[in-house]
């Protein structure tokens, strides 16, 4: 719909009904079929002349219709960017403020994370699972916003499933991977989500860490989210290709230990998924590492009660009393004097006396 044929149209208005079916002659489009059998003709031309805020509405009409539910929609981008210049103040996102590693071991992958998640300075969820499922044999760890790390998982496990399906084969991880690089990178890091993936395929164990931007990098171990330095100082003093299971599970303990108490972002548990050839094993609060101490203090009041250190009583001498009336309207003082005259005892008045019989 361009600006020559609005002026085609206005050409066309003397004749309403004719010349709207000579404009659906030049504008085959079925969502603009649906949209004129749901608008009368006035309603119609002005979305007509408004050119492009129509295709706007029309392209978000239909991506309502198609039912893309598992997908990012920016139309509201404006109106957020006005809301926000006149003074509106948005709700704080919650955030997995987080501590994320991936290892490679000598029979495959151990991934770990913490489990707090934040908005802004409070703790909104201590128990957070960080850890999503891609597939069987393919796990990733999520940094960054919450929302946006657990959509992002579901849609490419979602994708991952069909690709299985067609191809009838296991997924490898580079194909998982590609995916959720050409996701993150369409959108240019307005998705906030840093990612460890980890898998095992008929090419070996492989741990990948990709960025917001949709970078990449492979590395036999790898730490993001907000305890990355701590993190990975651990890993660069403890790790080495010969690592057996218990060894590498002490390790990532160790390294999620070290984000969660240098990170205010991070604590809670420590979660543990394991992937080997054989599959996968997800240990959900596989490690405490930020319990709650225990009061050493001994207190000898007891609860819901205050203590009392002294009590002092004065006597108070009353020098001058005053009575104040409250403040009333004009009909209610004409009331009210009526009902005092009303209430007033008889004066007392000579009365003739009895007659004696």
């Known amino acids: 719909m361009t600006i020559q044929k609005a002026k085609t149209y206005q050409t066309w208005k003397h004749n309403e009904e004719q010349n709207l079916d000579m404009f659906w002659m030049h504008c085959p489009n079925k969502l603009e079929r649906q949209l004129r059998n749901s608008l009368d003709i006035q309603i119609f031309g002005q979305l007509f002349c408004a050119g492009n805020r129509m295709l706007s509405y029309i392209d978000a009409q239909d991506f309502e219709d198609r039912g893309m539910r598992h997908a990012f929609n920016f139309t509201n981008t404006r109106r957020n960017a006005q809301m926000l210049a006149s003074g509106f103040k948005p709700p704080l ?81 580079v194909c998982a991977s590609m995916m959720l690089r050409r996701t993150l990178f369409r959108y240019q890091g307005h998705i906030s989500a840093a990612l460890v993936m980890g898998g095992v395929d008929k090419y070996g164990p492989h741990v990948n860490c990709i960025h917001p931007y949709g970078s990449i990098d492979k590395l036999p171990y790898a730490a993001m989210g907000s305890g990355t330095l701590a993190a990975m100082a651990v890993l660069e003093r403890g790790w080495s290709p010969s690592l057996d299971l218990d060894q590498g599970k002490q390790l990532v303990r160790e390294a999620i230990s070290a984000g969660v108490f240098n990170d205010l972002g991070s604590g809670s548990n420590i979660d543990l998924c394991v992937i080997t050839p054989n599959g996968a094993q997800h240990l959900r609060t596989e490690t ?49 004097s009526t009902s005092e005259f009303q209430s007033e005892p008889p004066t007392d008045t000579e009365q003739p006396p009895p007659d004696n019989p």
């Open 288 to 336: 405490i590492a930020s319990e709650r101490g225990e009061r050493l203090g001994k207190y000898a009041i007891l609860p819901n009660t205050t203590l009392v250190k002294s009590i002092s009583v004065q006597d108070i001498d009353i020098t001058d009393e005053r009575v104040y009336r409250p403040s009333v309207s004009v009909s209610q003082a004409a009331s009210l």
């Open 93 to 173: 996102a919650v955030r997995t403020g987080t501590s994320i590693v991936g290892i490679v071991y000598q029979n495959g992958v151990i991934l770990g994370a913490d489990t707090r998640a934040t908005e802004g300075p409070i703790v909104s969820d201590k128990n957070c699972s960080k850890i999503h499922r891609l597939q069987d044999h393919i796990f990733c760890c999520g940094a960054g916003t919450a929302a946006d790390t657990e959509q992002m998982t579901l849609m490419t496990s979602a994708e991952l499933d069909l690709h299985g399906l067609n191809t009838d084969r296991q997924v490898p991880v």
